[in-house]
């Protein structure tokens, strides 16, 4: 118990006494008062004494573009702008904070403009600071006398230390708002080639689909009727393979019947040798038509007409002595070697062999070309003159800044001062 009492004496012993602080600042104040006085002063005079910074404008002034260029520029198709619009459009673009910040990060001036390196902790802060000091001007009428009219002129100016630096600046600005100006214009000529391209690559797309389908329905057509056809002629060639078969089959039986009643009746051998003029016999006289209608068994004889049926039942393909298999033949290799249907199986591209998709392929040629015009040389205004012009020296901001930053340093080292002093002088009780 007694071990835990020192404990917390010994904490409450250590606490901070606000109210020593406060006193002992109190004491201290003269010392606080002189110091930041101090301070304060000698910052005064050496920002007084500092050299005048020189402060640099460039300018830049320009008009409208020329009729003739807006004129040109029709080759874009672009015959609803005028140098009016044109040039609204140019200024839009100057006076954009994006573009003024694009131009800035793409030229690298943030390194051209901090030479020294200093530490930037917000670059888009840097940036605002740097071309705060850009500005359109209202347009004065001025008289053109070049080319004898009366256009308005504008002037953008900036200001800043590093003549060359900010000469530059604005000139890179001017220049990507005038192409930046173009190429809108030209995009618009060109967003509509594009879509035309876009819309004749579809319908050409589509007419190759429809020609492709239609040549794909042409070529089943074609092998549906020359399959047809194949059928039909196979069926007749079966037919007249069957039809050649029943008939070898029959004169086979009725040369059997007619080799059985020749044997029977003792007719071996053929009686052709009988036959000489018109006479068969000395004592029988028959006619050269009349001798068609005698019986084989007769006329040929036995041993003849077997042999006769032995050649017919050993013959294994009718085909040579059936006429109509050459004209049946012919007619199904021409139909199975069909030129026609080669031809549109082999077809690699179908577009030469439709009218309208030449047509299209033409248009999208023309579109092609057309957009090489669009190298032809036009700008959105004239640009007269880029100069540079010293300035006042401007120094009243930075010397608020540093008498400012000067006055809270030295007090803040003043108050640090009087608390160390406090410290370290003897506690009153002790010595006692």
Known sequence: ?????????????????????????????????????????????????????????????????????????????????????????????????????????KGDFITRFNKDNSPIYDVDEFISGTTESLRVFQPVTLENKNLGSSDPEYSVTIEGTNAEVISEYLNSLVDLANARTINELIGLNELLSVNRIEEISIERNLLLEKVERNRLNQIKRIKEDDGQKIRQINDQIDRARYKAKQSR????????????????????????????????????????????????????????????????????????????????????????????????????????????IVKLDIEVIKLEKSRELYLNPFNAMRLNQISLTPSIPINEPNIRLTVLLAFISSFMISIFLVLIMGALKPDEKTLA
């Open 249 to 356: 089959l029959s004169q086979i039986a009725v040369l059997h019947d007619s080799a059985r009643i020749a044997k029977s009746l003792g007719v071996i051998d053929n009686n052709f040798k009988l036959f000489e003029g018109n006479s068969i016999s000395s004592d029988l006289t028959i006619a050269i038509g009349e001798y068609l209608d005698l019986p084989e068994w007769y006329v040929y004889g036995e041993k003849a007409l077997l042999q006769r049926i032995d050649l017919l039942e050993s013959r294994t393909n009718d085909d040579p002595f059936i006429p109509e298999l050459v004209t049946l033949n012919n007619a199904l290799n021409e139909i199975q070697n069909n030129n026609l249907l080669k031809t549109l199986e082999t077809r690699i591209n179908d577009s030469p062999f439709v009218a309208e």
């Open 1 to 105: 118990m007694q071990q835990s009492k020192q404990e917390v004496h010994s904490y409450k012993g250590d606490d901070i006494d606000l109210r020593a602080l406060f006193n002992c600042l109190v004491a201290g104040r003269f010392l606080i008062a002189g110091l930041t006085g101090f301070g304060t002063v000698i910052a005064i005079l050496y920002v007084l004494m500092l050299p005048p910074t020189p402060i640099y404008k460039a300018t830049s002034t320009f008009t409208s573009p020329t009729t003739m260029s807006v004129i040109s520029s029709n080759r874009l198709n672009l015959t609803d702008q005028t140098k009016v619009s044109i040039f609204s459009k140019f200024l839009t673009h100057l006076s954009s904070k994006k573009l003024q910040k694009e131009v800035f990060v």
